[in-house]
T-cell receptor, first 113, second 112 residues
């Protein structure tokens, strides 16, 4: 257990539905990252926050995706109008500052039927 | 971020040292080499990182060549629990946002 928690651990949804995932980072960490991992591939960067500010978004993050970190603590990742191609493991990580190691949560596995 | 090249898979005998190579020939002067591993169905786990000097911690040793174009992660006494995918990552500076860029990694199977 790294101290980063994610909920839910598994989500099955039908195509076209909206889903929201939550990440609770290690409390003193100011950086929070979201990654996506498809089967057999390494994780791919989606976006990151420093405190409550979203500082970078990958081109992978289409306009159906939105992430927030309202008080600089927990973060949510919402996917609207899910597609089958969104099926993946969504990983959250946190760190103290930019150069320190990132601690990953267990991930949320999304299956879109 | 510089690209890394790792063998896709390797086997290792339990109790023996596992030496995992990584090539990063385009690494620049301010980029660090990081190693993470991912055990099946878990999030990636940080192992070790270095800039130019060799590093050692309770999990592993990292040997970086003098020209910094390659490195080797050494697991001194591999156990069955070390079976995982190991990722070598060159981590960018401020402009890159300090995100991690994962490649395909090396799938390590520790055999009894």
């Amino acid at each position: 257990d790294t101290g980063v928690s994610q909920n839910p651990r598994h989500k099955i949804t039908k195509r076209g539905q909206n889903v929201t995932f939550r990440c609770d980072p290690i409390s003193e960490h100011n950086r929070l990252y979201w990654y996506r991992q498809t089967l057999g591939q390494g994780p791919e960067f989606l976006t990151y926050f420093q405190n409550e500010a979203q500082l970078e978004k990958s081109r992978l993050l289409s306009d159906r995706f939105s992430a927030e970190r309202p008080k600089g603590s927990f973060s949510t990742l919402e996917i609207q109008r899910t597609e089958q191609g969104d099926s993946a493991m969504y990983l959250c990580a946190s760190s103290r500052g930019g150069y320190n190691e990132q601690f990953f949560g267990p991930g949320t596995r999304l299956t879109v039927l | 971020d510089a690209k890394t090249t790792q063998p896709p898979s390797m086997d290792c005998a339990e109790g023996r040292a596992a030496n995992l190579p990584c090539n990063h020939s385009t690494i620049s002067g301010n980029e660090y080499v990081y190693w993470y591993r991912q055990i099946h169905s878990q999030g990636p786990q940080y192992i070790i990182h270095g800039l130019k000097n060799n590093e050692t911690n309770e999990m592993a040793s990292l040997i970086i060549t003098e020209d910094r174009k390659s490195s080797t992660l050494i697991l001194p006494h591999a156990t069955l629990r070390d079976t995982a995918v190991y990722y070598c990552i060159v981590r960018g500076g401020q402009a890159a946002g300090n995100k991690l860029t994962f490649g395909g990694g090396t799938r390590v199977l520790v055999k009894p």
